[in-house]
């Protein structure tokens, strides 16, 4: 017996699934950025994050696609930099590093999916940028993995670790 997608070894998101600008939501509002760690504390330069956010006014209705592709060849050439569609697909550099370019979310928070070499299945999580009742449930410790820094007016951090003492507080929505 052959082994399935999910039992082999990758990750295989380099191809198809990163397009350029995927982490362009909107200009003028907000940078989210940090790195995905492993749990030896090693950066992670091959995960895919994926994100999904409302719009300011905490609407989760986006538009629909706004990927424009080359009218020659068909080939994906990015986001139409207009229409928010409150999704991006970001992959991580070589050092693990990760930047999104957005608005700010209305509802206090944006979705992530995380995709990375030895995961089977994905994981969710969010980025917080204040306080809310599904924080205040938490421990202060494990709550801080949730919760963005802001490093200067409109930029942010949130770094990932996938495992270990620093572990994001991840979700499970079976």
Same mark, same amino acid.
């Given at each position: &017996?052959?082994?399935?997608?999910? +039992?082999?070894?990758?990750?295989?998101?380099?191809?198809?699934?990163?397009?350029?600008?995927?982490?362009?939501?909107?200009?003028?509002?907000?940078?989210?950025?940090?790195?995905?760690?492993?749990?030896?504390?090693?950066?992670?330069?091959?995960?895919?994050?994926?994100?999904?956010?409302?719009?300011?006014?905490?609407?989760?209705?986006?538009?629909?696609?706004?990927?424009?592709?080359?009218?020659?060849?068909?080939?994906?050439?990015?986001?139409?930099?207009?229409?928010?569609?409150?999704?991006?697909?970001?992959?991580?550099?070589?050092?693990?590093?990760?930047?999104?370019?957005?608005?700010?979310?209305?509802?206090?928070?944006?979705?992530?999916?995380?995709?990375?070499?030895?995961?089977?299945?994905?994981?969710?999580? /969010?980025?917080?940028?204040? +306080?809310?009742?599904?924080?205040?449930?938490?421990?202060?410790?494990?709550? /801080?993995?949730? &919760?963005?820094?802001?490093? /200067?007016?409109?930029?942010?951090?949130?770094?990932?670790?996938?495992?270990?003492?620093?572990?994001?507080?991840?979700?499970?929505?079976?």
């Amino acid at each position: &017996m052959n082994p399935t997608p999910s +039992q082999t070894v990758g990750p295989f998101y380099g191809y198809a699934l990163p397009f350029p600008g995927g982490g362009d939501l909107a200009t003028g509002g907000i940078v989210v950025h940090g790195y995905v760690y492993d749990g030896a504390g090693e950066p992670v330069p091959d995960a895919l994050l994926e994100f999904w956010q409302a719009d300011p006014s905490g609407d989760l209705h986006g538009a629909p696609g706004t990927l424009r592709r080359d009218q020659a060849n068909g080939a994906v050439i990015g986001r139409d930099g207009v229409d928010f569609t409150g999704f991006g697909r970001v992959p991580t550099d070589g050092s693990g590093r990760w930047a999104l370019r957005t608005l700010p979310p209305g509802n206090g928070y944006i979705s992530v999916c995380v995709f990375a070499r030895g995961l089977l299945h994905h994981l969710y999580t /969010r980025v917080y940028f204040g +306080q809310d009742a599904f924080l205040d449930a938490l421990p202060a410790e494990r709550r /801080r993995t949730l &919760m963005a820094v802001e490093e /200067r007016a409109g930029v942010y951090r949130f770094d990932i670790h996938l495992q270990g003492e620093k572990e994001t507080v991840f979700l499970d929505f079976s």
